[in-house]
């Protein structure tokens, strides 16, 4: 049973981790609600947050219950969210090396693609050396992900399948980014003349992409849905805020993105062991992301003085 203070905890910590994660999000949706009319931005402002918190954000943890629990059945695994069966509960339980699996290599191969291939301020040393060998990214998901399914095969065959599912999951999501990039130049440059309709529909669609970060790492902090909706709903309403008042000023520190990637890679490894039978406290996970991205903002915040 988690008491008060580790709700507490977990909840900030998935507030902070949806947050700095979805910086670019921000920065996308700031950019383009530049180029929209003041009643646009008054209907996405409002009834964007509620698509983003309660439909994007809360129908994927329940999409994911689902997908790892067939049996429970689609409303099945809405209820068992929500439920205090010990059936139930152990059902989740038994599915969770799926999901977990999945979530940890899309996470870390979410990393690795920042690491590898992805424009950055330096804020280590190491990460200008693996960005001048961009062309070994490929390589070394590859191989991480063979060894991972080759060892989970041994223990459970749909731990195996659920690794190849996070990986597909990262590809298919890395293509729509890209393309939202692409989507995003042409309207800033108006030179696709997309109404304000079709720009709140491209912003949707990208929100939803991008939460998709959030909540397979939100995984890590903990299996209950109901949390993970309070926290990332949490995050997705700052998101919105900086989206409409201070993101010139959060892009000026320019290392939280890399406090992001770095809590990425870290709670990816927390869902692999975990995956694997390794017991990890519920407070690993948000105090070890307070201070990774503690320390990035520190390092953002005085070289911003300076």
């Avoid at 700095?20 to 009834?47: G, P, Y």
């Avoid at 191989?143 to 590809?171: C, Q, R, Y």
Wanted: one cysteine or more.
């Amino acid at each position: 049973m988690i008491n008060l203070f580790s709700l507490i905890v977990i909840i900030l910590g998935l507030c902070l981790f949806e947050t700095i994660s979805s910086i670019d999000n921000a920065v996308i949706n700031a950019e383009v609600l530049s180029t929209m009319s003041a009643k646009a931005k008054r209907w996405f402002l409002i009834w964007g947050l509620l698509i983003a918190v309660f439909l994007v954000r809360g129908l994927l943890p329940w999409l994911i219950i689902w997908f790892t629990n067939p049996s429970l059945g689609f409303i099945g695994a809405f209820t068992a969210a929500f439920s205090s069966n010990p059936m139930v509960a152990e059902s989740i339980e038994k599915s969770a090396p799926i999901l977990l699996s999945g979530g940890g290599i899309f996470l870390v191969f979410l990393f690795f693609h920042w690491l590898f291939m992805e424009p950055k301020s330096y804020g280590l040393s190491h990460e200008k050396f693996f960005q001048s060998h961009g062309v070994w990214f490929y390589a070394v998901v590859s191989i991480f992900l063979a060894l991972v399914v080759w060892f989970s095969i041994k223990i459970n065959p749909l731990m195996a399948f659920g690794a190849v599912v996070g990986s597909t999951a990262f590809f298919i999501t890395h293509g729509f980014k890209q393309n939202a990039e692409k989507a995003e130049e042409q309207m800033l440059h108006k030179k696709a003349g997309l109404s304000d309709l079709s720009k709140i529909l491209y912003l949707e669609v990208i929100d939803a992409t991008f939460s998709i970060d959030g909540v397979l790492g939100a995984f890590a902090f903990t299996l209950s849905v109901p949390l993970i909706l309070i926290g990332n709903g949490l995050g997705a309403l700052v998101v919105r805020k900086l989206t409409t008042s201070n993101i010139e000023r959060v892009k000026k520190y320019k290392y939280l993105k890399n406090g992001a990637m770095y809590s990425v890679l870290f709670l990816g490894a927390v869902m692999l062991l975990e995956s694997f039978g390794f017991h990890i406290n519920n407070l690993v996970s948000p105090i070890t992301t307070f201070i990774i991205l503690g320390y990035f903002f520190y390092k953002s915040k005085k070289e911003f003085k300076n």
